[in-house]
């Protein structure tokens, strides 16, 4: 499963849209990309996934270039509760979850 | 709510004795993972089953097994704990290996 590279930390504005971004040069055609989330000591929580489509559900938006070396997740209107760690995960189908170590993302009033 | 519950959520041991941390499912996932997290790592994967059969990683040490008497439970035993084993134990379902896994919200072991 290729590999995936993400900023240790970023801070985002309560409000304001947190843009988080993913690079993973080596992603192969059947690869997807997965974002979970990981608040203090609660187990991660799953945010949405995607092929080569940009997508979104009512959490988050994931958008993915063209080439498919880096996607970008936005949450929105990022609150205080969306203060977490993010892991972009590059899977195969049937593949296994590798967690990297993620962007810690700090919204602040 | 369909869910994966982990009981109980701290859970404190031992050195060197066994202990269980149990895992359930409302979900009827076929699949049930077990993932170790020690403190500021990311989550490890330990094993998985799908339904029946056995899936162990490579480089996880054999003092880790598991059981899963039926779909809804999975159970994680630590044969000997050591000191390194303290962490934050994650247990995740999904319907089949390609699906999206879901996680509970975790058992934090604490080995004294």
């Known amino acids: 499963d290729a590999k995936t590279t993400q900023p240790p930390s970023m801070d985002c504005a309560e409000g304001r849209a947190a843009n988080l971004p993913c690079n993973h040069s080596t992603i192969s055609g059947n690869e997807y990309v997965y974002w979970y989330r990981q608040i203090h000591s609660q187990g991660p929580q799953y945010i949405i996934h995607g092929l080569k489509n940009n997508e979104t559900n009512e959490m988050a938006s994931l958008i993915i270039t063209e080439d498919r070396k880096s996607s970008t997740l936005i949450l929105p209107h990022a609150t205080l509760r969306d203060t977490a760690v993010y892991y972009c995960i590059v899977r195969s189908r049937g593949g296994k979850l590798i967690f990297g170590q993620g962007t810690e993302l700090s919204v602040k009033p | ?112």
């Open chain 2, 1 to 112: 709510d369909a869910m994966v519950i982990q009981n109980p959520r701290y859970q404190v041991t031992q050195f060197g004795k066994p202990v269980t941390l149990s895992c359930s499912q409302t979900l009827n996932h076929n699949v049930m993972y077990w993932y170790q997290q020690k403190s500021s790592q990311a989550p490890k994967l330990l094993f998985h089953y799908y339904d029946k059969d056995f899936n162990n990683e490579a480089d996880t040490p054999d003092n880790f097994q598991s059981r899963r008497p039926n779909t809804s439970f999975c159970f994680l035993d630590i044969r000997s704990p050591g000191l390194g084993d303290a962490a934050m134990y994650l247990c995740a379902t999904s319907r089949d290996l390609a699906e999206t896994q879901y996680f509970g919200p975790g058992t934090r072991l604490l080995v004294l």
